[in-house]
Each structure stands twice: as C-alpha cells, then as structure tokens.
C-alpha cells in the first residue's frame, strides 16, 4: 500500500484529518477536562510505539485512541482514582449494570446518592457512570441541571430511552404539555456520553489494553517506551481525587518529568522554563463566571522531556 514520507498510509493520513477535528468519535468515558475533542493531534503527536502510557487517563481517549488508530501495539490506562477505574474496568469486562439501550433517568437525588456511594467505596459502576453523565462539565461534583430545567431534561430522556411503545408516547405527551405551559429551555445532551461508554464496551476484552490504579510516582516505567500524562492544570477547577489543582504539587511533577528515562510528554497551560514545547493546540475551552458559561478559543501546550524530540505531524 502506498506510504507517505514518514511511512503511514493514505488510510493513516484520512484518520489524521479526521481525528484532528472536534468531530472524532474515539471512545471514552466523559470525564472533566478530557481530550476527546483534541486526541488526534494528540496521537499523530506522539510516535507510534510498541508500548504506550497513559498515565493519568482519566476518561481514557487518548489511551483508547493510540489503540483504536494504530498508534500504539499495547496500551496501559492509569489513573490514581479507583472508581473511574473500576469502571473502565466494568466496561472493559461486560460486567456493569448499565442498561444502554433503555438507561435509568438519574435525578438530582439519585445523583447525589450515587457520588456519596463512590465517596465511601460502596458503589456500583453505574454510580460512577452517574456521576460523570450527570454532572456539570463532568466533573463529578454538581449536578447538571438545574431544578428549573430538570423536569425538560426528564421529559426527553424518557421519549428517547422510554423501554415500551407506550411509555415514550406518554413521555412526549408529557414534554408536550411542559413545553406549552412554559416554552423550551434547552436540549438533553447526557445521550451522547452514553453513546461514548457504549463505544467503550465494544472494545471489551483487549488483550492489547492493561489497566491500572496507580500513584503516577509509584510506576514502574521501564516497559514503556512512550508515556503521556494529562495532569490536573494550576488555577483550575478540582478533580473528584487525590490529586486536584490546588493539591497537586506542580513543581515536584515537572522535576519528575524532566528526569523521566522514558520519551515523555504532558499537557498543560504552563510548565517551568526550560520544558521544551512540543505543540500548541487550539481548542475550545468553557469561561465561567458567576453570570456566563461560555465557550472560546483556548491555547494547550504539550510538553515533552526530550529538548532534541522531533514530531513527524
């Protein structure tokens, strides 16, 4: 078949330019803070390799999708914090009680039930699938919606994932009837990360894929031959872990970085001077304040520890 310069094939060259859009559709599990809308400047970065870290994986798209386009022959998804994990993990297996095709309408109590369940260890993966689909920029902490919204998202989830005939009739009946009484105030969108851990569930039982809940200093490194690590940014919002911006040491990270063996790269917004670029990607990011949640251009930088590293993008 017939290769480029750097040896990929047409067929590699349509999936850059695909992946490279806001319009991929790499499996992942929707997670505060994830690259699913930017994974394929992220692995036509990185050098295809035998063996691929993905050391903070979070929702996994970046180390779902060095599988999914080639990039890599083996791939290990780490994350220190073990219910998204497990969850990968229940994914992974096909032993979860999530119901794709009819899933559970999750209210704001039910929400908050689940998030207590995965806070004290009693939880089921759909609990922790609850707490990511139902949470604001999903990141596992506030509920999506708003109580005066609440009932419209209901409503429509119920039309769509109603299990009979009857019910979904009865559901738009009901949609029908708030729309009339107070008009239209937006659309459900949680159907569409369902779609992406449905996605996930396909890729079941991947020898090539490892999964691990491991502290990012405690990793033994030498089988990988390329790792990346998606850390929680400074001045940002905290993450449902151990880690979160405010507790996460910054400095003690990019010491580690720099004296990683292994190629190695890291996405942030800053990094310490001397920490070698290794792109700068445009990207939608949400601005909020107290009065405005809105999207706008965003610059995130990719570093990597090697100052002689070359892309082949």
Request: with cysteine; net charge negative; glycine share 6%.
């Amino acid at each position: 078949m017939q290769t480029n310069l750097f040896g990929e094939t047409k067929y590699d060259e349509m999936l850059k330019q695909h992946s490279g859009s806001a319009f991929q559709t790499a499996p992942h599990i929707p997670y505060k803070g994830n690259k699913a809308a930017i994974v394929g400047h992220l692995c036509y970065l990185f050098p295809k390799c035998e063996h691929f870290l993905d050391a903070c994986c979070g929702g996994g798209s970046v180390g779902y999708s060095m599988l999914a386009y080639g990039r890599a022959k083996q791939v290990t998804l780490n994350d220190i914090y073990k219910p998204i994990i497990d969850l990968h993990r229940a994914l992974m297996s096909g032993e979860h009680n999530i119901d794709f095709e009819h899933p559970q309408w999750c209210s704001r109590e039910q929400f908050f039930i689940s998030t207590q369940k995965t806070t004290n260890g009693t939880y089921t993966p759909l609990d922790v699938a609850n707490e990511y689909l139902y949470s604001f920029g999903n990141n596992g902490r506030n509920y999506a919606y708003s109580r005066e919204i609440e009932p419209y998202k209901k409503a429509m989830h119920e039309v769509v994932a109603g299990r009979t005939l009857n019910e979904r009739r009865l559901a738009l009946k009901t949609f029908i009837n708030i729309l009339i009484k107070d008009g239209f105030k937006g659309a459900d969108g949680h159907e569409s990360k369902l779609e992406s851990l449905q996605r996930l569930e396909s890729l079941q039982r991947l020898e090539s894929l490892e999964i691990l809940n491991s502290d990012i200093y405690e990793i033994d490194y030498t089988p990988y031959d390329c790792v990346y690590f998606d850390i929680p940014y400074e001045n940002t919002g905290g993450y449902k872990v151990e880690y979160s911006s405010t507790s996460f040491n910054h400095a003690k990270f990019w010491e580690f970085f720099t004296n990683l063996p292994q190629l190695a790269f890291a996405s942030s917004y800053t990094a310490p001077e001397g920490v070698p670029i290794a792109k700068e990607i445009n990207k939608r990011v949400l601005m909020q304040n107290k009065t405005n949640n809105s999207m706008q251009q965003g610059k995130e930088k990719v570093y990597v520890n090697k100052p002689d590293y070359e892309s082949n993008d």
